[in-house]
């Protein structure tokens, strides 16, 4: 279908014009789209995204398009290429004095100072860390637009962890992404995530008073964006094992049968629904053209059912919901992809359709030659004639002028032109300008009309000129998102936890923290007493987690006596997450929070977590339990019981509180069967121990939470017993069990159980393969499996490390030996290979071919192998010995230590082989060995093996780092490792 063909067959409202703006081949594979001062569209082309087999094709490029309409009759007359040399774009911005692109797994700035539309130079890595996966290609970070607050923020999928930081920043101090919603700070360089979870965002947006929202493409579609956040996730578990449960979406419906599979809504089955469950961009009107019903009103594209949903926000509690409208934009064109829209100058609303009959998925073959770009608009609506302008010509206080425009696009890039003008430079008559403009705004935040006002704070904000004593006013502001907004503000540079908790902070910025907080508590303690919006009171809980966790408690414990939240949607669960902290630090003060709170889901949680470090801190159980037996408040009762039962469900035995008995006699006295029935259970867990087949049927229960399995077959396999192989083997198919199912099997001989690894292989994450592989290595029968694997290609030969092959060799079975040397390689083991090996290292490696190599690469390599035991520039284990210090400048001793690791061993590293009685054989470092128990560091983890399974143990004078290391690489790879090795500093990742 033709792209005129294609707008004039929308289905729209009464009154409603779609246009084409432009399509192929002026513009193909839309994937993203921004807007600059000069009212100009920009567009990422994405060439290089694949089908499923190939992922990427990185013989070509991506592009960023600058589309212009200069007569303004609705389409583009003017094109031109900004860039044409990244490659994975998946997110444009501009602003700043370039270009913002990102390109997973790294955010790039193209520099343009002059804005002339040609790069000052090339790409820089603002960040790097954004991994995408192996197995879920098309979750991987994208999307980014600047946020009211002058930050630029970002989404990424569950399915593609990542560790993110400036290039050179040591794994200890980057930022775990795990799926969610980030921020970057242009100017501080710092980044974070706000909050965790979900599938895979793909659009995100604020309201007119900068609450922000975002959409997920698939399992639950509408999220309130609330910062400290953790959403659900069904498809990966969140990987801090303390939220136990996740904040649901806000939306009060979902646009398929959820009776039906959610995979079963495509090809108009869900249509009656909203078109299915797939979800793609997202805008939230504010643009002054369309009809006034509209404004406020959140479009999402719904990519089976072509057509784009529309959510009412609705204020509910602390928060939103969103209620399902009446969709928009249905298109008749079975090619049609709506990627994103946008409104831009003229209010109008712009569409791109990356054009294709695929998703996501892409399994229909790749069309790179289509894509589109439709304008949407109701004519009817008075606008402002189209003239071409600049706005960063514009001086500043004519730009504050435009915080009154109707057409939230100017306040917008007003605010983003002030935010760079802010900066140390300015000076004479531009400072004087800018000076102007602060005071201006500031008369604007102390007006009668609370949208100008916000807008103006959150510029102020962005300039870096709303202190603390301006916004401390505002606490009292008779508005509420206002007031909402001057909690934000006073604690925006407070860093917000990471997903696993608080980071740990540089001490100078951890003192500052420390002193703002101890002045602004009191105040925020006042507010949660006394505030009667919900929505305040959840910026209040957001903040928890930016705050010292010792100054937590109080903030915490005055939200918690709110009983109108107690069944909030949010708060419970909020003020959970920000609390989870002081179970280590402040467990008794925990404890006295449960009791004292009036929502019983925080109290339930809290008492779990505390029940599950009953071994490490008893008196704060002991203080939950005394209370549990004193209380008249039977469901108070209940719900502490509920909470220990549940962080102790899954253990065999545990130690008994010091006034059980009391808990024992009130619910015998006065308790209903639920409260006994759990007094009963837990008499048994704190007297003779729970039997494990009851802790078997947790483990089986399909129903039970999966951290509660988890903690349940970990009791399992500890202990042991005849049943442990078939339970875990029925478990190798769960990506959430079958780590844990794995050790479990480590101890069986029986070949099926290696069968049933590989079958499972790619159903386990990437991350915890090499264990399996390991396992696969430590017993001949499971090695032949193996090896018999990678020829099938069932296991990739790249994922058999020469740690892999030594302990392969290690197990003295000739055949094995024989195979593993056809199918990897061999491993020089005399003394004369080696030297002959190392002079052959040393002709192919002169200055000029060192010279040749590419020290970024080198950098990938080391951390794909040695990093796994050594630490070179902060980064990496610490088996080994730190690299950092070592004579690395000298290729003679990198050569020496690399092909013949084992000639100079100091005698704290010497490698161990340990024999088990249950015929597995380990390699590694031994760290730890007393009467009970012998400690083992092998390639993947930390092992302990009780004593009475050690068969025999045999020090080597061998190294743990094995031969072999370079001899399945390539010259050109063996080059860039070793001009890696000898940098004096750290280099950035591979750009």
Not at 964 to 976: A, F, P, V, W, Y
Request: proline residues 6%.
């Amino acid at each position: 279908m033709s792209a005129e063909e294609a707008a004039a067959r929308f289905e729209v409202p009464p009154g409603f014009e779609v246009n084409v703006f432009a399509s192929e081949p002026d513009v193909q594979n839309p994937i993203a789209m921004t807007w600059d001062a000069r009212g100009r569209l920009w567009i990422a082309e994405n060439y290089t995204y694949a089908d499923r087999a190939q992922r990427f094709d990185l013989t070509l490029h991506d592009r960023v398009l600058i589309l212009e309409d200069t007569d303004g009759d609705g389409r583009a007359d003017q094109r031109s290429v900004f860039s044409d040399q990244v490659q994975m774009l998946t997110g444009i911005e501009v602003g700043h004095g370039g270009v913002w692109l990102m390109c997973p797994p790294r955010l790039l700035f193209v520099p343009d100072e002059d804005l002339d539309d040609v790069p000052d130079g090339p790409a820089q890595i603002v960040l790097d860390g954004f991994e995408v996966a192996q197995e879920n290609y098309h979750n991987f970070a994208n999307g980014l637009k600047w946020g009211p607050d002058g930050w630029l923020y970002g989404r990424c999928g569950g399915s593609c962890p990542g560790s993110v930081g400036i290039p050179g920043t040591p794994d200890g101090q980057r930022v775990a992404l795990e799926g969610g919603i980030w921020r970057f700070h242009p100017r501080t360089s710092s980044f974070e995530v706000l909050a965790h979870g979900t599938t895979n965002p793909w659009g995100h947006d604020w309201d007119e008073f900068g609450e922000a929202f975002f959409i997920n493409t698939v399992n639950g579609h509408l999220w309130h964006l609330i910062p400290g956040a953790h959403c659900d996730r069904p498809v990966t578990l969140d990987p801090n094992p303390y939220v136990y449960e996740l904040l649901d979406m806000h939306a009060d419906h979902w646009h398929f049968d959820r009776g039906t599979r959610w995979q079963d809504s495509r090809d108009g089955v869900a249509n009656a629904y909203g078109g299915g469950h797939a979800h793609c961009g997202m805008m939230i009107y504010l643009g002054g053209n369309w009809p006034s019903e509209y404004h406020g009103q959140l479009l999402t594209w719904n990519i089976h059912g072509r057509r784009a949903n529309q959510e009412h926000l609705k204020r509910e509690g602390s928060g939103y919901v969103g209620q399902h409208g009446k969709d928009l934009l249905l298109s008749a064109d079975p090619f049609f992809r709506g990627m994103d829209l946008n409104y831009g100058p003229d209010g109008a609303v712009h569409v791109i359709d990356w054009s294709d009959t695929g998703e996501c998925h892409e399994h229909t073959g790749v069309h790179r030659t289509s894509g589109r770009v439709f304008r949407v608009t109701h004519p009817e609506a008075s606008v402002e004639p189209r003239q071409n302008f600049d706005l960063r010509s514009w001086p500043s206080v004519r730009l504050v002028e435009l915080i009154l425009h109707a057409n939230e696009w100017y306040p917008r890039q007003a605010r983003l032109i002030l935010a760079e003008r802010s900066g140390p430079s300015g000076q004479g008559d531009a400072a004087s300008d800018l000076s102007r403009a602060v005071h201006a705004l500031r008369d604007l935040v102390r007006g009668s009309d609370a949208v100008p006002a916000y807008r103006a704070l959150v510029t102020l904000h962005a300039m870096e000129a709303a202190d603390e004593p301006f916004s401390r006013e505002l606490l009292a502001h008779p508005n509420e998102h206002l007031r909402v907004w001057a909690i934000r503000v006073l604690t925006d540079n407070w860093p917000i936890d990471g997903i696993l908790g608080p980071r740990d902070l540089p001490e100078e910025l951890s003192h500052r923290i420390e002193t703002e907080c101890s002045r602004l508590l009191p105040e925020f303690c006042k507010m949660a007493r006394h505030e009667e919006s919900g929505l305040v009171r959840l910026a209040l809980a957001s903040t928890l987690q930016r705050m010292p966790p010792k100054y937590r408690a109080a903030l915490a414990g005055t939200l918690m006596r709110r009983a109108e939240d107690a069944e909030d949607h949010n708060m419970p669960l909020l003020v959970w997450y920000g609390l989870i902290p002081l179970a280590e630090s402040d467990p008794f003060d925990l404890a006295e929070l449960a009791i004292r709170s009036r929502w019983p889901k925080t109290r339930r949680l809290i008492a779990r977590r505390l029940a599950e470090q009953i071994d490490e801190a008893p008196r704060a159980v002991d203080e939950l339990v005394s209370h549990a037996a004193q209380t008249s408040d039977q469901d108070q009762r209940f719900q502490l019981l509920q909470g220990i039962a549940d962080g102790l469900r899954g253990w065999s035995r545990a130690p008994r509180p010091t006034n059980w008995h009391a808990v024992e006699a009130a619910a015998a006295a006065n308790g209903d069967e639920p409260t006994q029935a759990l007094v009963r259970d837990l008499s048994v867990l704190f007297g003779n121990g729970r039997a494990l087949e009851e802790v078997r049927q947790i483990v089986l229960n399909k129903n039970a939470e999966f951290s509660i399995r988890r903690s349940a077959l970990e009791t399992l396999v500890e202990h042991g017993g005849e049943e442990i192989t078939e339970i875990c083997l029925g478990l190798l198919d769960n990506s959430s069990l079958n780590r844990v199912a794995a050790k479990g099997l480590a101890k069986s001989r029986e070949p099926r159980v290696a069968e049933a690894l590989i079958e499972n292989y790619r159903r386990f994450r990437a991350p915890y393969r090499p264990a399996v592989v390991e396992i696969l290595s430590s017993r001949p029968a499971f090695a032949a499996i193996l090896l018999d694997a990678i020829v099938a290609e069932k296991i990739p030969v790249t994922d058999l490390t020469a740690f892999d092959v030594r302990q392969i060799r290690s197990l003295d079975e000739p055949e094995l030996q024989q195979r593993v040397s056809e199918i990897w390689g061999e491993v020089r083991e005399s003394p004369e290979a080696k030297r002959n090996r190392i002079l052959s290292l040393k002709r192919q490696l002169t200055p000029a071919a060192i010279a040749a190599g590419n020290p970024s690469r080198g950098r990938t390599l080391f951390d794909q192998s040695c990093a796994k035991c050594h630490k070179l520039f902060g980064q990496g284990a610490t088996i080994g010995p730190d690299l950092t210090g070592g004579n690395r400048d000298n290729l003679d001793y990198l050569l020496e230590n690399i092909v013949d690791p084992s000639a100079v061993v100091n005698k704290d590293f010497y490698m161990t082989i340990v024999e088990t009685t249950d015929g597995r054989v380990l390699n590694g470092l031994v760290t730890s060995s007393n009467d009970k128990t012998l400690t083992l560091q092998t390639q993947t983890e930390l092992v302990t093996i009780p004593q009475e399974s050690v068969e025999a143990t045999r020090v080597t004078t061998l190294s743990p780092m094995p031969d072999g290391l370079l001899d399945n690489l390539s010259e050109q790879q063996i080059r860039d490792l070793v001009a890696y090795l000898r940098q004096p500093a750290q280099v950035p990742l591979q750009n």
